[in-house]
């Protein structure tokens, strides 16, 4: 049990340290196209992270939806209209913004990173509970029921808006 | 195999239709008018409103049998309450939604705008607001934001033409979703340190701290700041002027009301039923916001050429005034329930006198085609049955009897008063200072309207569309007879009781 734990660390910060970077590089690099692939990297760090958490249908879910749908959907908007695919020069801020987006950025990981710090620090998450995609689907038709079929109508609405908004007529 | 698959046996949840059926009806309508609009030709694309108005109508039967049986009904372990507090704002966003759909027939359908499609949109918005209206589970809260929200988007971009009405889509689309992304961080965490998402569970486990913890304070912070943007309180109040001029002018009628209503539905879910506990927490920040919120959108109001936007100013400030009284509502049971009071039926009051004025404008606007403030000139020389509706609807915002404004606002400064500690007062000057400020600018629309000359000298008069004439008598009828007679309304908000559940 000991030795799956140290694995377990070990992965994880490993796993955390390509997201960082992936995240950097998502913001810095003039490539738009680039930046979309560096995304994958994240999101697909992130479902690394759920599958270590034994959270197994949250890691599913991510890589379809994040990696299969929405990453998927910003190449081809990229690609599908007229924005630049290469190296883009113009591809970034001025620098006013850039070091006020730096401190605003570097303050909230301050007092996120502290409060999250100081609520669970020194705390032992013990056994993980394997949570089976079973139990989520339970508590998707009961518990959750009713926002389950909220949702359908959002869906449908969004669906009917975006055909609207995006027909040429 | 069968005993394997029995072992996996899950109860099925209670559904209570009965509670359900006014969101059941609502939806659908939208199915309805879906249908419909997709198989009737061109000549039968009115059905869609009417068929959208007799829905939001037909809803209001199922909330009146159950505002008549009085029991309240909880579903899903706590998470969907149907209770008179729920019923009073079902009413409130069936009834605006009506109004709204009055105001829309004619302008959409001379627009030349995407007809079937508005109403469905419309529908799912109101139907968000229902389900908001009972949520007491942060899944539930955010999926009901969702759903009022989305549609909301679209809507403001459905002059889709038009550049200004794009820019008041979009710009509404990103700061909404800057703010759920807030919220939902918000609300992780607070599902973390608790374990629930369901409020009644999460108000122990937060509440019996001596002191909020860290963690506990940057998630209710995030999550009402989310509800802040929702709300258009300053300082992320700067989507809404813009929003508000380009949007389809039902659509910023729509959002100024219901909307905005929603919005402060969740704030009063979340800190009634949730974050009791932590009013060491949300005062400060509701008395910060509520006093910029106010001040701010009464100084911009006063420079406002054109009505749509110095209504979209006066609105912001309105919703400093409701957001006051959640300032005090945690210093003591009896100042919670006067606030919580006081927030409701300034709600229902906003509703009817800010869509009244909207409809006036949309009047006006038909003969004028603009919302500048000059072309108000002289109206009172050739439509002096608008120009009274409209005295009237701006009396009531200024807060000047007989009009139903009043009303409110006296409620906001005994909430202010009931808490008898020194930020409630304090916090009440400074709502009586801006209600000073505000007289200014109804004043000068007042006078523009009743003094000056015709800008033109055209002095035909406005053929005001029947749907239109419906809505301004709706609101009118409702402004004057609650301004007049108080009780017809309090005898609905009365009962209502959010601490309940909470403890």
Not at chain 1, 27 to 42: D, E, F, I, R, S
Not at chain 1, 115 to 125: F, H, I, P
Not at chain 1, 158 to 164: C, E, K, M, S, Y
Not at chain 2, 378 to 389: D, E, I, K, N, R
Request: charged letters at 10%; hydrophobic letters at 55%.
């Amino acid at each position: 049990m000991f030795g799956l734990l140290v694995a377990q660390n070990i992965a994880f910060y490993v796993i955390a340290a390509l997201i960082v970077f992936g995240a950097l590089r998502v913001v810095t690099c003039k490539n738009l196209v680039h930046a979309a692939l560096w995304l994958v990297l994240v999101l697909a760090g992130v479902a690394g992270q759920y599958i270590l958490l034994a959270a197994e249908f949250v890691a599913v879910t991510q890589v379809l939806v994040y990696l299969g749908a929405i990453v998927v959907l910003f190449l081809f908007g990229i690609m599908l209209t007229r924005a630049k695919t290469g190296h883009d020069l113009e591809l970034d801020n001025p620098t006013p913004a850039k070091v006020g987006a730096g401190v605003i950025g570097v303050l909230l990981l301050g007092v996120m990173g502290y409060a999250l710090w100081d609520a669970w620090r020194g705390q032992e998450l013990g056994d993980i509970v394997v949570q089976r995609t079973a139990e989520v689907s339970d508590s998707l038709f009961s518990t959750y029921l009713l926002p389950f079929e909220v949702i359908s109508v959002l869906l449908l609405a969004a669906l009917i808006g975006a055909i609207v908004l995006a027909r040429r007529d | 195999m069968l005993a394997h698959l029995a072992s996996f046996a899950w109860d099925a949840p209670s559904v209570d239709l009965h509670a359900l059926a006014p969101e059941i009806v609502v939806a659908a309508t939208l199915v309805v008018v879906l249908v419909i609009d997709a198989f009737t030709g061109e000549e039968q694309r009115w059905a869609a409103s009417s068929v959208a108005g007799i829905g939001l109508l037909v809803a209001l039967v199922p909330v009146a049998t159950l505002a008549y049986d009085g029991a309240t009904r909880v579903m899903f372990g706590g998470g969907y309450v149907v209770d008179d507090y729920a019923l009073v704002l079902k009413a409130l966003f069936l009834l605006s939604g009506y109004v709204v759909v009055l105001l829309s027939t004619n302008y959409i359908a001379e627009g030349d705008y995407w007809e079937g499609e508005y109403y469905q949109l419309l529908l799912a918005s109101v139907l968000g607001m229902m389900v908001m209206a009972s949520a007491r589970d942060l899944i539930s809260i955010f999926v009901a934001l969702e759903l009022l929200s989305i549609p909301a988007y679209m809507l403001a971009a459905w002059r889709k033409r038009d550049l200004k009405s794009d820019e008041a889509g979009v710009k509404y689309y990103l700061m909404g979703v800057f703010a759920s992304a807030v919220m939902l961080y918000g609300m992780s965490v607070i599902y973390g340190y608790t374990g629930s998402t369901l409020l009644a569970e999460i108000a122990p486990r937060i509440g019996e701290l001596v002191t909020s913890e860290p963690i506990i304070t940057l998630g209710i912070v995030f999550v009402l700041i989310g509800f802040g943007f929702k709300v258009s309180a300053v300082p992320f109040h700067t989507w809404a002027p813009d929003t508000y001029e380009g949007a389809p002018t039902p659509v910023t009628a729509f959002l100024a009301v219901a909307s905005k209503a929603a919005g402060f539905v969740a704030l009063l879910n979340l800190i009634y039923v949730g974050f009791w506990g932590r009013h060491d927490v949300y005062e400060p920040l509701m008395w910060v916001l509520a006093a910029l919120t106010m001040t701010i959108g009464n100084l911009i109001a006063l420079r406002q050429t054109n009505v749509v936007r110095m209504l979209a100013y006066s609105g912001i400030a309105q919703a400093g005034y409701i957001l006051a009284p959640l300032a005090i509502a945690g210093s003591s049971p009896e100042a919670a329930d006067q606030a919580l009071h006081s927030i409701v039926v300034y709600l229902l009051i906003y509703a009817a006198m800010n869509l009244g004025a909207f409809a006036v404008v949309m009047a006006v606007a038909r003969k004028t085609r603009s919302a500048e403030i000059d072309t108000f000139g002289g109206l009172f020389s050739y439509a002096p049955g608008l120009t009274v509706a409209m005295s009237l609807f701006l009396f009531s915002l200024a807060g000047v009897p007989p009009a139903a404004g009043w009303f409110a606002k006296i409620g906001i400064f005994q909430a202010l008063a009931s808490a008898g500690d020194t930020s409630g007062y304090v916090l009440a000057v400074v709502v009586a200072v801006n209600s000073v400020i505000a007289f200014a600018y109804y004043g000068r629309l007042m006078r523009v309207m009743w003094m000056d000359d015709v800008p033109d000298g055209d002095t035909t008069p406005i053929r005001v569309p029947t749907s239109i004439t419906a809505a301004l008598v709706i609101t009118a009828a409702v402004t004057l007879v609650i301004g007049v007679v108080p009780g017809v309304l309090t005898h609905f908000t009365d009962p209502i009781n959010l601490l309940a559940l909470g403890r």
